[in-house]
């Protein structure tokens, strides 16, 4: 297995421009989350999914994200405009259901500069 | 809501030395606490974790324990060495309306020097 899939792994775009991050969890993983994370907020919950529907959101910061996982092979997480304070590195994570199930694997993350 | 402290945010040991991270939480309900390894421009990696059922656990240099009646569970490493330099975050299962997600702690800077 390939494991978390994240693309792209580096993006730089200017302030007011729309950026989509792309997520492909682990086969047969029913959960999803994205995280932000940043020196001074550390590792962020912005949203999660459980059978590509949306349980939790309200660790999204602003009506400027938003987050779709239209089936169980891809998630994007999208930020309209963007803004200086969006800069920072942006994991997607699954992991799959029941108590042998719990581990959470992380995607090697998206590094958002926004200028 | 859930909260998960940790404690210290920075730990500089000698190679050789053991290194302790402390972390404590407040659901009574969470019962899956793994710690994550974070190496710097990398994604945090499972190295160890542990369900309530169970008071200890170990692997080679590395165990985890728990307490669940304080609510507190600790990662030990023994005989640190410089690849042991990294981010450590602790982390809790919160029941979210019948859904389960992870609440982490806020992380620990090691730096094993040689």
């Known amino acids: 297995d390939a494991g978390v899939i994240q693309s792209p792994r580096h993006e730089v775009t200017e302030m007011g421009q729309e950026v989509t991050l792309r997520c492909k969890p682990i086969?047969?993983?029913?959960?999803l989350f994205w995280y932000r994370q940043t020196m001074m907020r550390g590792l962020e919950l912005l949203i999660y999914?459980?059978?590509?529907?949306?349980?939790?959101d309200s660790g999204m910061p602003e009506d400027r994200f938003s987050a779709k996982m239209p089936n169980a092979s891809f998630s994007t997480l999208k930020i309209q405009p963007s803004e200086p304070r969006d800069s920072a590195v942006y994991f997607c994570a699954s992991r799959g259901s029941g108590a042998a199930t719990d581990t959470q694997y992380f995607g090697p993350g998206t590094r958002l500069t926004v200028l | 809501g859930e909260n998960v402290e940790q404690h210290p945010s920075t730990l500089s040991v000698q190679e050789g030395d053991s290194a302790v991270i402390k972390c404590t939480y407040s659901?009574?309900?969470?019962?899956?606490f793994p710690w994550y390894k974070q190496e710097l421009g990398k994604r945090p990696q499972l190295i160890i974790d542990?369900?309530?059922?169970?008071g200890e656990k170990k692997d080679q240099r590395i165990a985890v324990t728990l307490n669940k009646t304080a609510k507190h569970f600790s990662l030990h490493i023994t005989e640190t060495q410089p690849e042991d330099s990294a981010v450590y975050f602790c982390a809790a299962t919160v029941r979210d309306t019948g859904f389960q997600k992870l609440v982490f702690g806020t992380g620990t800077r090691l730096l094993v020097s040689p």
């Open positions: 542990i369900r309530s059922n169970v």
């Open positions: 659901d009574s309900a969470s019962n899956y």
């Open positions: 086969s047969g993983h029913d959960y």
């Open positions: 999914f459980n059978n590509n529907v949306p349980i939790d």
